[in-house]
């Protein structure tokens, strides 16, 4: 059983365009995560959610939705692609709990690929 | 802001070497500390975790010990192999009013040569 799943893991589209992104997790996880991975590998936050609650809100275009119809779904809609949105989006989820260690499941990625 | 910092790659070593990576992390509060790996094609995989000062995390060989007084999370391997080859990122928890994300390294490339 997959326990973060995301869909699609390639996504290849032009530029204007709107996407969506799926992020998926079966393991009773309070809270998701969306975060970028640009090509030189660097990875940062974008969005977190809890229960549904939008929690956590880098500094991301508005270009980019965050949509959780549940706290076992977390997905990414994207209007108006443009080149530089090209990377691969990886979705997380954590517990939510006191104290630590907070650790967070990933999932495998989608790449996305702007022409 | 809170920072993590590890050494650039590529680091390239023969079957059985040992490995160092070096992470330091500044932060205002009391962070916990990750190793995370990932495969070529692949996502990311947690390695290991330590909570608080003095803790040392552990699996499939790699070990880093949480020292405070440095900062420091360096990630070592008595023995690598070829099936090691990955990216190694440290990353430390910021728990941001309660809710936690992840602050990242920039990643180091192992290479394991037969």
């Known amino acids: 059983d997959t326990a973060v799943s995301q869909t699609p893991k390639y996504l290849v589209t032009q530029m204007g365009n709107d996407k969506s992104i799926k992020c998926e997790q079966n393991?009773?996880?309070?809270?998701m995560y969306w975060y970028k991975q640009d090509s030189k590998k660097f990875l940062k936050i974008m969005f977190s959610y809890n229960n549904k609650e939008l929690i956590i809100n880098e500094t991301v275009p508005n270009r980019f939705s965050p949509k959780s119809p549940d706290k076992a779904h977390l997905n990414l809609h994207i209007n108006s692609l443009e080149l530089g949105d090209s990377a691969v989006y990886f979705c997380a989820s954590s517990p939510l709990r006191t104290g630590g260690p907070y650790e967070q499941y990933f999932g495998p990625g989608t790449r996305l690929t702007v022409t | 802001g809170d920072s993590v910092t590890q050494m650039e790659g590529p680091v390239t070593l023969s079957e059985e070497a040992f490995l160092t990576i070096n992470c330091t992390y500044t932060?205002?509060?009391?962070?916990?500390l990750f190793w995370y790996v990932q495969y070529p094609g692949e996502g990311l995989q947690l390695l290991l975790k330590a909570t608080k000062a003095d803790d040392k995390g552990s699996n499939k060989g790699f070990e880093a010990t949480y020292r405070k007084e440095t900062t420091s999370f360096h990630l070592e391997k008595g023995s690598v192999q070829v099936s090691d080859s990955a990216v190694y990122f440290c990353a430390l928890s910021d728990r941001n009013g309660g809710y936690n994300k992840l602050i990242f390294g920039a990643g180091t490339r192992l290479a394991v040569h037969p």
């Open positions: 393991l009773g996880h309070d809270t």
């Open positions: 932060a205002t509060g009391y962070p916990s």
